[in-house]
């Protein structure tokens, strides 16, 4: 894991198990030094820098020196006409900075960003941080860039903290978290989609202009998520180089990807700077989100393990990380706003019967929220709907057996509600317009103090109120207009930002608060799907869609970043309510259990056989969630390239392979299933005690059982999941 610094303090291996990062002190034309990133890649075995990275060849060109070199923190205004990572304006109105080197040190561990989400470390020999310090002594502004670098990943964590030391005010216009250069081209992947719909996987060759990935709606988003891997072209998921970048973040955000003329690409990832401003008076900072660089020489896979293993047990925190999650029914699809106490005990009755572990009331419960018009910012119990209140429908539900949970959404506001005649100056919004209404509901502004304090209030009251064991954390429309009646007109572009610091402020108080309460978080589904949540709360409602046939391409892309243990994944009854289709509950459950296992159905009118299947489903679940929630997963066949899927996951001396057919077709191809780094020895199949060599199931692989014998077609929407244990 060592970071390597040269006697002078000006060149720095950062020398992980299989990656290796170079930064330097190199000078530029007029004398002075500018810090470089001359690599980035696959392990260097030399901890001394080769003395060929040192060196930059002058290219016979129309361009500066500016518009090549490999800055580890590129400025706007320089002549470097690739993505910027910092554009700062100064006293007379200019963008040009200029970061001079000044020095470097290397410490143990791994410093906590105050106020904001990041990768931790539990010992110090867990890491080693790299602080390189840089000012530009025109303006006074000095920059501290920090790399830190884990013993147990191929990962480094990436964050930038600009400190005004001059006399003036600076106007921080873009401020991003890192930057790399490559040499070469590379394919950009990326994960896109819509409410209902999320992550899924677009993999685009290189090109010579910019491609973007960017939010500007206060949230990560549906649309694109906070992540890219570069590619080189011939890598696959199993082999090639790849590199990750992922930003610990939940608003606003870009991923700025360029191919130069010169062979070279540069990607800059952090805050969106169409929608960011940052005022710095003398002697005030800002400090940015992290990001995460991960490399990989085998594979799309292999880049994935190494953020699903440091994100599982570096990122999420607190009693759940490590812990079972329990099985549970949530009752919003089964009654949406239609609910009472009796009606809600009789669904909690059949799944405490079956083995549910936890009961959890959605929406509808507070104020007089009969309907998704009202009373969000009112968390007060609806007595019609609960005479008993809180209190009395969670012991009745304790009383069976399971543990209770609830449902809010903390940072939104009904206009029909007593909040907001209360506090109209509370809603986020933009002073002589209208403020654009979704869902029928604005947006607290959490930039606010008096409202964060508010938020922390109300729902600690309601947490304390009853015993609440889970809490789904819901945020349900994005930003249209932003603008706080708080902060003063130069200001008002700072206010995304100081948003998704409040959101953060309010959710670590929450959650510091309740720290045995299993939080999970939501945005209409997996709109906010990020790292920065995964800190407050290790679990996310991975989509609105429950359909199983929908769900393979949804979970599948999400797991090219996060690991199945913060996949909330739920059975739902048919027909599907987003998309109409029917499949069995097999089918259906076997796509849950590779996430955090739950339904979200009406149990109480389900047929006697679906009721036998659940409750073998439930049995299972309880055997195999320690393997699904820690052990490795490996993606095996894509939902993106066909009608087929597999993955697997793999812990200790247990493997379990998910298999998965959509569409059948005429004729169908007979078609195994390999499987991927099973340790060697015997393996036994559970269900029917056959077994094999590692080497069989690796190399000749598992068929498929879609195809009956004679080869009739078992029909649409199948699957297969095969528990293997290691005999010898």
């Not at 994960?191 to 491609?211: D, F, N, S, Y």
């Not at 119990?381 to 399971?402: Q, S, T």
């Not at 569409?663 to 199949?685: C, E, F, H, T, Y």
Request: aromatic share 10%.
């Amino acid at each position: 894991m060592p970071i390597f610094l040269s006697p002078d303090a000006r060149c720095c291996h950062l020398q992980g198990r299989r990656l290796s990062m170079v930064l330097c002190a190199y000078k530029v034309q007029d004398g002075a030094d500018e810090l470089i990133m001359p690599y980035f890649g696959a392990r260097l075995e030399d901890a001394d820098v080769p003395a060929a990275l040192l060196t930059s060849e002058r290219l016979a060109s129309f361009d500066t020196d500016n518009a090549t070199l490999p800055f580890a923190l590129p400025t706007a205004g320089r002549g470097d006409f690739r993505p910027a990572q910092l554009c700062a304006v100064g006293r007379g109105g200019q963008r040009t900075t200029r970061l001079s080197f000044l020095r470097a040190e290397v410490t143990p561990g791994k410093p906590p960003l105050a106020g904001l989400p990041a990768t931790y470390v539990e010992r110090e020999d867990e890491a080693q941080t790299l602080s390189a310090h840089l000012r530009d002594e025109v303006t006074g502004l000095e920059a501290t860039l920090c790399y830190t670098l884990f013993s147990r990943h191929d990962a480094i964590a990436v964050s930038l903290r600009v400190l005004n030391a001059g006399g003036a005010p600076v106007k921080l216009r873009a401020c991003a978290s890192a930057s790399i250069n490559l040499f070469g081209a590379y394919d950009l992947l990326h994960l896109h989609g819509a409410w209902g719909k999320e992550r899924q996987i677009e993999r685009v060759g290189p090109m010579h202009a910019e491609r973007v990935i960017r939010s500007a709606r206060g949230a990560s988003g549906h649309q694109h998520n906070p992540f890219c891997a570069l590619m080189e072209p011939e890598a696959t998921e199993r082999t090639g180089g790849v590199y990750g970048i992922s930003l610990v973040y939940s608003g606003d955000f870009q991923i700025a990807v360029d191919e130069d003329a010169y062979g070279q690409t540069r990607a800059v990832c952090g805050l969106n700077p169409e929608t960011f401003g940052w005022t710095l008076l003398p002697g005030e900072s800002f400090q940015t989100p992290e990001a995460v660089l991960a490399y990989s020489d085998a594979g799309l896979n292999g880049m994935s393990q190494i953020y699903h293993a440091l994100y599982r047990t570096r990122l999420c925190r607190g009693y759940w990380r490590d812990r079972e999650r329990p099985i549970l029914i949530n009752n919003w699809e089964a009654t949406y706003f239609r609910f009472d106490h009796e009606k809600i005990l009789r669904i909690a009755r059949t799944a405490a019967g079956l083995g549910v572990e936890l009961f959890v009331l959605d929406d509808g419960w507070f104020g007089e929220r009969d309907s998704d018009d009202r009373s969000l910012g009112d968390w007060v119990v609806n007595p019609r709907k609960l005479p008993r209140g809180l209190k009395g429908l969670a012991e009745d539900i304790e009383a069976l057996g399971m543990r209770f949970g609830l449902w809010v959404e903390p940072e939104m506001i009904s206009p029909n509600s007593d909040l907001c005649r209360a506090h109209p100056d509370w809603v986020l919004r933009v002073p002589e317009r209208t403020a654009t209404q979704a869902r029928n509901q604005w947006i607290l502004d959490m930039s606010r103090a008096d409202v964060q304090d508010y938020v922390v209030e109300a729902i600690c009251a309601v947490l304390k109120s009853a015993p609440i064991s889970y809490v789904k954390w819901d945020m349900n429309r994005n930003f249209a207009e932003y603008g706080s009646a708080a902060l003063p007109p130069e200001r008002q572009d700072e206010a995304p930002h100081r948003y998704m610091l409040g959101v953060y402020r309010v959710m670590e108080s929450i959650t510091s608060a309740f720290p045995e309460v299993l939080f999970e978080s939501c945005s209409g589904g997996g709109g906010r799907f990020d790292p920065g949540m995964l800190y407050y709360m290790p679990q996310t409602w991975t989509s609105d869609d429950t359909d199983a046939a929908e769900r393979l391409k949804i979970q599948y892309g999400t797991s090219v970043v996060y690991p199945a243990s913060t996949m909330g994944a739920h059975v739902s009854a048919v027909p599907n309510h987003q998309v109409g289709r029917v499949t069995d509950m097999k089918m259906r459950g076997d796509v849950a259990m590779s996430g955090n296992f739950g339904y979200e159905l009406d149990l109480s009118q389900q047929t006697p056989e679906d009721l036998e299947i659940i409750r073998r489903q439930i049995e299972r679940v309880k055997r195999i969630r320690r393997v699904t929630q820690q052990g490795a997963f490996t993606r095996l066949i894509s939902p993106f390239e066909g009608n087929l899927c597999a993955w697997q996951f793999q812990l200790e001396d247990t493997v379990l392979l998910f298999a998965f057919v959509t569409l059948q077709s005429a004729n169908p191809q007979m078609r195994r299933v390999k499987l991927a780094d099973i340790p060697d020895g015997r393996w036994r199949d559970e269900e029917t005690g056959a077994e094999y060599d590692a080497s069989v199931l690796t190399g000749a692989g598992v068929r498929l059982p879609f195809i009956q014998p004679g080869g009739q077609p078992v029909g649409d929407f199948k699957s297969l999941v095969m528990e293997l244990r290691r005999i010898g």
